[in-house]
């Protein structure tokens, strides 16, 4: 199976696993315990470590994710330090996942991570619950457990849906062949454009997804 259809396989089958489980909402409650900087510092430097060893995803592009996760949590006074973290841990494993040919499991494995991590520090079982959350409902579910889980996913849409992160794949993404590429590009585009459950993140992106569109048309 080549990549595309690898990458296809895979995000299928999350989603299929994510509508099916059940799903909870937590109170507020978790906001009573800060988020310690050491953890958003130790998640910052493990998720680009993992950049710069595999390059999936590009540094740039979770760039990209943390900064419109910021600007959402502001807008919707949700828990900025939460979303930050989820953001930088929910493809902590991809690049793993990726090389041993478990893509579809990625989610999974970036939790088991992200519960290693996470096991260090006191920050209560409301907060490890909501931020694990956040990394299984990142590829979109049909309703949200937290407006953090739903603000990571549509902060992750902007990775492919906005021209600054169509930009920065064309120039990190280097182990694909040009119209493979392309393929992927769409792929994504689609696939985050499908996710976004945010009114607003829609209206701001409708624009630059639809010249995106065009521009990988115009590439085939």
């Known amino acids: 199976m080549d990549n595309i259809n690898l990458l296809k396989a895979g995000v299928a089958q999350w989603q299929s696993n994510a509508f099916v489980k059940r799903r909870r909402r937590f109170d507020s409650s978790h906001r009573l315990h800060m988020i310690p900087e050491k953890l958003i510092k130790e998640a910052r430097k ?29 807008k919707l006074k949700a828990d900025a330090g939460l979303v930050e973290l989820g953001i930088l841990l929910m493809d902590s494993q991809l690049g793993v996942a990726l090389k041993e040919g478990k893509v579809n499991e990625h989610v999974s494995m970036g939790e088991i991570k992200t519960r290693e991590i996470l096991e260090k520090y006191s920050i209560g079982d409301i907060m490890k619950e909501n ?40 120039r990190y993404i ?7 590429l392309m393929s992927y590009l769409e792929f994504k585009a689609d696939e985050k454009w499908n996710a976004l459950s945010l009114d607003f993140c829609k209206d701001e992106l409708r624009e630059q997804f639809n010249l995106i569109k065009r521009v990988l048309k115009d590439c085939k």
């Open 174 to 180: 280097r182990d694909m062949e040009f119209t493979e």
């Open 46 to 74: 493990f998720a680009f470590e993992q950049a710069r060893l595999f390059n999936a995803p590009p540094a740039r592009l979770i760039e990209i994710a943390v900064q419109k996760g910021k600007e959402i949590s502001e």
């Open 131 to 170: 931020i694990l959350t956040c990394i299984r409902e990142h590829h979109g579910v049909a309703k949200f457990s937290t407006i953090e889980s739903e603000i990571c996913c549509n902060a992750d849409c902007y990775k492919f849906c906005s021209i600054g992160g169509f930009v920065a794949s064309i």
